[in-house]
């Protein structure tokens, strides 16, 4: 007799975000992670990495291990008999 593989499709909260679906943008962690005085302003230095002058990105951005759901699916293995 052919053994059947049984599988469940099961979910966890996403470790990057913890469940929340969005992240802090890394340009902003940088930024934040410069010592006081050093960044300057904030729009000439993101304009000095691309941005538009005037122009910002969002502080926080959907999370790219989950797209923003605050999970993740997969498939589990279960014990068959």
Do not use: N
Request: net charge negative; charged share 25%.
């Amino acid at each position: 007799m052919a053994s059947v593989k049984c599988q469940i499709r099961a979910r966890r909260e996403c470790t990057k975000c913890h469940g929340g679906g969005w992240v802090d943008h890394p340009l902003w962690l940088e930024f934040f992670s410069l010592p006081r005085g050093e960044a300057g302003d904030a729009t000439a230095w993101f304009a000095e990495r691309g941005f538009g002058l005037g122009q910002v990105p969002p502080e926080e951005i959907e999370c790219d291990e989950c797209d923003g759901s605050g999970h993740i699916e997969f498939w589990m293995d279960v014990a068959g008999g």
